[in-house]
């Protein structure tokens, strides 16, 4: 069939069609003429009504809000079983590490050279929570291998840095109390000296806790035990004030979580800086802290107020 001749086509009036409130028809008109070269006969006009189906937006289904902070009901913040399991043997591992320090000190009478261990322990523990946080801060992210979720943790962090105070108790130090007992228990088992295992039981320690006092360092000092405030006052824990600068732009500085001791010796001597030279040279990665921080990085202070300490 061929279409020798088009004809425009005289208005007509249309039925009415009823419409509901939520769908359109509109109607489209088409006006052909056609002859076929086998049976000619006269042009006849065709009138094709086709229907279009316009939406418009429903008012009834409900918007979906952008991603925001994590609400205190949510299961991402909540403690399970198997979260207070893991806490529950990293205790009674740091428990029994500590009763063989105290057993072997007392057998060998040497007392002095534990304690001191411990101390340096103390010490390490701040400064390995402060190469940590910078890595993480700083490079990677979420499809990173095994320090994915971490890497993306910190980030939401940064953002919504009060909803640290919200995660409980055993959801907060799971991971790390998984991977103080897989390392200490080996070392308790094998080592019988009093003066490594009081160097373990410390540095183990306050790296299993590191994310609590990270935590308390949010808190506001109405709502801390009166313990804790006299600990970070006296600059044993990482204090409200010290940890507070690491949220201020530019985002590269004290990174420690444990005591603090460590920040302004990394932080005046620019050794977290120098690191990132070297990885650069060596690799060719720019660190985050060497760009303008993005959105991800800014903190909203909406519910900076409403800080609750979940136990």
Known sequence: MSILKQHRCPSRSLTHIPTSPRLHLVARLTCSATTTTTKPKSSQNQLVIEPRLETKPDSITPIIPSVGPPL????????????????????????????????????????????????VGYVLADLLSGVYHWGIDNYGDATTPIFGSQIEGFQGHHKWPWTI???????????????????????????????????????AGCIMFSQQFHSWSHGTKSKLPPLVVALQDAGVLV??????????????????????????FLDKNKVFEALEMIIYFKLGVRPRSWSEPGAEWIEEMGEAQSQVIVH
Not at 94 to 109: C, E, I, P, R, Y
Not at 174 to 197: G, K, M
Not at 240 to 259: E, G, K, M, T
Request: proline share 5%; charged share 10%; aromatic share 10%.
């Open 239 to 264: 204090s409200r004030s010290q940890h507070s600068a690491h949220h201020r732009p530019p985002y590269n500085s004290n990174y420690c979580i444990v005591s603090g001791v460590c920040n302004e």
């Open 165 to 203: 105070t919200r995660r409980q108790f055993a959801n907060n130090l799971h991971a790390l109390a998984r991977s103080i007992t897989l390392t200490v228990l080996p070392i308790e088992i094998l080592c019988n000296d009093p003066v490594i295992q009081g160097f373990v039981t410390v540095c």
């Open 72 to 119: 205190s009901n949510d299961p991402s913040l909540q403690s399970t079983w198997s979260h207070r399991a893991w806490v529950a043997s990293g205790c009674t591992t740091l428990f029994f590490s500590l009763a063989k320090t105290v057993a072997g000190a007392a057998d060998t009478q040497m007392w002095f050279e534990p304690i001191v261990a411990g101390y």
